[in-house]
């Protein structure tokens, strides 16, 4: 045994003799005695989890740290991936090797740059007619995820053939194992994937729409839809005050002007982001018959989510009408619109239909748009 292991073994049980100890494997390496008793592997397990350190949210701001976390857990994990992969090879059906299988893959592909091998390991599992039947489903159902997983990273421009490769693995889990709670969250996520893409995301929430007609998601599979399908359609606001000064705001008093409706939250960093070019863009075309709105999807009042709010306003000097709906993600407003990232921007022309319900890729593109073309001439 490598002798970082067996300190790590010794600080994880002090109270133990070196003699005491059973016979470890030495993470990879073939063992070449006899198998050992599962419950030596998952004693074993047990203690190498213990050597794992923890994740210090103190220092989740530092940009170094990240790496520093990985770089001293990076042994301990391997040692619970050999472990894993232990118990499969002299034990396939004990009934820890599901959960351990899952919990290799899960380390392998979000901590230790491994995605691409896990990946190779599951589809061989998902080939050998040996394998069991509930370890195939396991590794249909983490093949998935690795791939969504790793499409998550590159948000700003997915790779073509990565996505490919994640519609396959989740259709491919959706006909294997069609009952199977996951498959909603994998489409789910799916479907997030394909923002930019209406052909595929109104595909893919229609078809989440037909599969789970009771979901507790079902309203913002329709307020997506809704969304994909409103170019042209009139938009409406009930009348609500102004959360910066009480006053109340008429969406009907505003018809003729262009309302740039902008979904945010204060807690949301990717929208205190775009606040600056917001705010020079309200001020830039206001006098072309711009109107600026926010609506926030901060927490309720009770949480400090109004607080937020105004502070985050006061700060980022922001002084158009902010529409604050007081549930967070639950308000029924922006579910009835299918919100699901923030900040998300709709563009209103001046007869109040909607001219863009994506304009948080290309705003004043889409601003520009709305004041030279008809509502109806407008793309998403």
């Known amino acids: 045994m490598q002798a970082k292991y067996l300190c790590l073994l010794l600080l994880a049980a002090p109270s133990c003799s070196p003699s005491e100890e059973p016979a470890a494997s030495t993470p990879g390496s073939t063992p070449t005695a006899a198998p050992r008793e599962a419950k030596q592997i998952m004693d074993e ?13 103190n220092r989740r ?34 009934g820890n090797v599901i ?65 490919a490769r994640a519609q396959a693995a989740v259709d491919a889990m959706l006909l294997a194992q069609p009952g199977d709670p ?19 995301e109104r595909e893919t929430f229609a078809r989440m729409l037909e599969l789970y007609p009771t979901s507790p998601r079902i309203a913002l599979y329709r307020g997506k839809l809704r969304q994909l399908d409103g170019l042209g359609q009139p938009f409406e ?20 002007k262009v309302l740039v409706v902008v979904f945010w939250a204060a807690r949301a960093q990717p929208a205190l982001d775009r606040l600056a070019e917001f705010r020079r863009l309200a001020g830039e ?35 158009w009408p902010q529409n604050y709906l007081g549930a967070g993600w639950a308000s029924p407003f922006s579910v009835s619109w299918g919100i699901t990232r923030l900040p998300h ?36």
């Open 99 to 163: 959960l351990l299988m899952r919990e290799r893959w899960r380390l392998q592909c979000t901590e230790m740059g491994q995605w691409e091998a896990a990946v190779r390991e599951m589809e061989a599992l998902m080939a050998d007619e040996k394998s069991a039947p509930g370890l195939v489903d396991e590794a249909r159902s983490s093949r998935a995820l690795a791939c969504l997983g790793q499409l998550q990273l590159e948000l700003a421009q997915p790779d073509p053939a990565l996505l």
């Open 45 to 57: 397990l047990a203690r190498a989890r213990l050597a794992v350190q923890p994740f210090d949210e």
């Open 237 to 256: 606001m009930p009348v609500f005050k102004n959360a910066l000064d009480e006053r109340e705001v008429d969406l009907a008093a505003l018809r003729g």
């Open 182 to 200: 996951r498959c909603q969250e994998l489409l789910w996520q799916l479907a997030l994937l394909y923002e930019g893409d209406p052909v595929r």
């Open 61 to 94: 701001a530092i940009a170094t740290y990240f790496q520093e976390y990985r770089e001293q857990n990076a042994e301990a994990w391997n040692w619970i991936c050999e472990l894993s992969l232990e118990l499969l090879r002299s034990h396939p059906e004990d």
């Open 345 to 380: 921007v709709f563009v209103v022309d001046r007869e109040g239909k909607l001219a863009s319900t994506a304009a948080q890729r290309e705003l004043e593109a889409a601003i520009r748009g709305a004041l030279q073309q008809p509502a109806a001439e407008a793309k998403r």
């Open 285 to 319: 075309y206001a006098e072309r018959g711009v109107v600026f709105l926010g609506v926030s999807l901060d927490e309720p009042a009770d949480k400090g989510g109004r607080e937020l709010l105004l502070a985050a306003a006061k700060e980022h000097g922001l002084d």
